[in-house]
């Protein structure tokens, strides 16, 4: 069911016309939740951004909803509605419930090539539209592509993109996006032409595609750029020679040596099997206007077609066009095109696609923990016949209304220019690991070929970096964008590499700042929906204190603290509300294999979480438990730097216990290597 509204008097709007479900993601100073507009009945992502947090952020919000206005592509996710209010921005998306391509891929550990070669036709396809309409993106990365229900990519976060004045060709300055998909151009500040630089982001991504890790990665920044500036990168063997060849075609240290988009519409790799070229122009061009549509929303607003075909091409993007682009949505997956029935009350008897719907009537809010839960999304999983039917459950209407608490139970999934084609790979091996990847380059040591046929940089230009330094406690909230970092400092990888970060305490001394402790708070607040607490007997006993005092390092709610553990606490002791001991006592949930979920050889899921629960005060990771779900958190310097959902659940075919993970906040591959690193010292 919908949880309780969260938002500010402003937001009555958003209220007005969907129902708001879960966060499904948060980072930098956005949240993204889950949502259904009343009148089409459609599911919806709802990006939510607070303008006072979003700072000198706030014109690349604008920047990106311009964007999003102008571009429609099958393969571009879709912006509906924008509601704006004095304090906040709501951005109306388009739905994909297949969730992140970074997590499908590390879900398969890789792709094959031949599925490599469906999404990054559709990846050309996107591309090739957006660079026709004058931008570049910029921020190109696995984790800005999501995966729809019939399992087709949209690009997303247009927050970084550009349009030069005088067109593709102008060069640019501002270097932005993630630094592991950054052209050499880029991170060593020359003025660079955005489409080219985002061919070599392509090339990172379909390196990642093909092998599950990044071509140039490093814990450290300086190392990392080094590597970029060089371009030199490691073709693991199980690369066929078209695929090394295409990579070293897109990942050229010479922007002018590499391929263009329009040369990879029709390249020899991207054609294998299908003989044709990718269709890069868009199925949906904005100038058509569905009749069928329109005669829906004639009727449903008592208008005449004429005047509602004008009001539709107004382009809005209020209620008008997203009742309509839903609708057209609703056409195009063969639904009937149907708005739903009117309200029974209509304040002023106005119609219901100009006034909303009154949603609370048509909700159940329940302040009973044992009330039959209705108007949950879960019913939804069916339209997505690839993911299994285990994504959403019911969220309970308990938290307070402070913005986010309600995240109980959040489940998610949780493709006529010259040609160069010059390449001889040139074997090295035993190269040196980074120890983000030392497991993984285990297994490719030694049977790797090294690109250096890409390499036309002058060593001179190699110590030249425009990308910010790694971030310190005292580098402002502004200047840093959370979430579009692949790189962390040591710090904040402190984590996966088994070191520092003490959880109970905000760290980073005095430059640290209140700031960041108030946004700690609300973080803390955040996650705080669920209150099992895991501590060792000694630590028991001074956290239900602090949760007494209302110590200022944990947030009191109702008796209960969302609690922190530190390293080498050898014992865990829960204490259970009647409700987790009800959630443990009826079992983990039973699930069918899906590409989040780990398994393990047992059979018992309560040892499983045992050996879970144990490990985590050793990998300093905060936990609040809920039956047989973790919410697990890392912080640095006060902030929350990333988290997640791990659930041991049952599968049924095979008959073991599964380790169900989800990311919600923090870099995707500081992620992939801490559930990797968690999961493995587990021994499950
Ligand atoms: C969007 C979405 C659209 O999500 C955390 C960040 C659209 C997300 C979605 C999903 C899973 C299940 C159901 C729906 C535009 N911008 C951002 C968006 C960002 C989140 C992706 C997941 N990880 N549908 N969904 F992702």
Redesign the pocket.
């Given at each position: 069911m919908p949880v309780e509204r969260t938002e500010p008097r402003g937001a009555d709007e958003l209220y007005k016309y969907y129902e708001v479900y879960e966060t499904?993601?948060s980072g930098g100073f956005a949240k993204?939740k889950?949502g259904r507009h009343i009148l089409t009945g459609e599911k919806v992502?709802i990006?939510i951004m607070n303008k006072k947090d979003l700072g000198e952020d706030l014109p690349r919000v604008k920047v990106e909803i311009e964007a999003m206005k102008s571009l429609s592509h099958q393969h571009v996710?879709r912006l509906y509605h924008v509601i704006e209010t004095s304090t906040q921005i709501f951005m109306v998306?388009?739905?994909?419930?297949g969730?992140?391509l970074f997590d499908y891929i590390i879900a398969k550990d890789r792709l094959s090539e031949e599925e490599t070669r469906v999404f990054f036709r559709q990846i050309v396809s996107a591309m090739a539209y957006v660079h026709s309409q004058g931008y570049a993106h910029r921020d190109l990365k696995p984790e800005n592509l999501?995966i729809d229900e019939d399992h087709n990519l949209k690009l997303?976060?247009f927050g970084l993109c550009a349009k030069p004045k005088g067109g593709l060709g102008y060069e640019l300055m501002t270097c932005c996006g993630s630094p592991a998909y950054a052209a050499p151009e880029l991170i060593q500040g020359k003025s660079y032409i955005g489409s080219e630089a985002d061919v070599w982001s392509m090339g990172v991504l379909l390196f990642a595609l093909l092998c599950g890790y990044l071509p140039f990665d490093d814990d450290n920044c300086m190392v990392l750029y080094r590597k970029i500036a060089r371009g030199k990168y490691d073709n693991p063997q199980w690369l066929s020679p078209g695929s090394i060849l295409l990579l070293n075609q897109m990942m050229q240290v010479d922007p002018k040596r590499r391929l263009t988009v329009r040369q990879l519409l029709d390249h020899p790799w991207v054609m294998k099997d299908y003989n044709s070229p990718v269709e890069w122009r868009s199925r949906q061009p904005l100038g058509h206007i569905d009749e069928d549509c329109i005669t829906e929303m004639a009727v449903n607003m008592k208008r005449s077609r004429q005047s509602t075909t004008a009001l539709v091409k107004e382009w809005r993007y209020d209620q008008t066009t997203v009742t309509y682009l839903l609708l057209l949505s609703k056409k195009h997956r063969g639904k009937p095109v149907r708005l739903r029935p009117e309200p029974a009350v209509c304040e002023d008897s106005c119609s219901p696609l100009h006034q909303g719907l009154q949603t609370r009537d048509a909700l159940h809010f329940s302040e009973d923990e044992d009330a039959v839960i209705v108007g949950s999304l879960d019913y939804y999983i069916d339209d997505c016949p690839w993911v299994s039917g285990t994504q959403y459950t019911p969220q309970r209407v308990t938290g307070p209304p402070d913005g986010t608490a309600n995240i109980k139970d959040t489940r998610?999934?949780s493709p006529s220019v010259e040609k160069r084609y010059a390449y001889s790979p040139t074997p090295e091996r035993g190269r040196t690991t980074t120890p983000h990847h030392q497991e993984r380059r285990e297994r490719v040591q030694g049977q790797t070929s090294e690109n250096k046929e890409n390499i036309a940089v002058q060593e001179k230009d190699v110590e030249i970096f425009a990308l910010p330094p790694p971030r310190t406690p005292a580098s402002s909230k502004k200047n840093t964008r959370p979430n579009k970092n692949v790189l962390s400092t040591p710090n904040q990888n402190a984590n996966v590499n088994g070191a520092k970060t003490n959880a109970v305490t905000p760290k980073g001394g005095g430059s640290a700042s209140k700031e960041n402790n108030k946004k700690r708070g609300a973080e803390v607040k955040e996650l705080a929906s669920t209150e099992l607490l895991a501590f060792s007997p000694e630590r028991r006993s001074r956290s239900l204190d602090m949760a007494f005092m209302g110590d200022s390092g944990k947030k009191k709610r109702g008796g209960k603290v969302f609690g922190s553990l530190e390293r080498g606490l050898d014992k865990v002791i829960t204490m259970l509300t009647p409700s987790k001991r009800r959630a443990l006592r009826d079992g983990p949930r039973k699930i069918k294999a899906q590409y989040n979920v780990t398994l393990t050889s047992q059979t018992n899921p309560d040892q499983v979480l045992n050996q879970i629960l144990s490990i985590l005060p050793e990998k300093n990771i905060d936990f609040t438990q809920k039956g047989y779900t973790l919410k697990c958190q890392t912080w640095d310097f006060g902030k929350v730097t990333m988290a997640f959902e791990l659930e041991v659940c049952m599968l049924q075919r095979p008959e073991v216990v599964g380790v169900r993970r989800q990311r919600l906040k923090g870099d995707a591959w500081v992620y992939k290597h801490l559930v990797e690193n968690i999961l493995s010292t587990s021994r499950i």
């Open positions: 499904i993601g993204v889950l992502a990006k996710c998306l388009e739905y994909c419930p969730g992140e999501l997303i976060d998610l999934p």
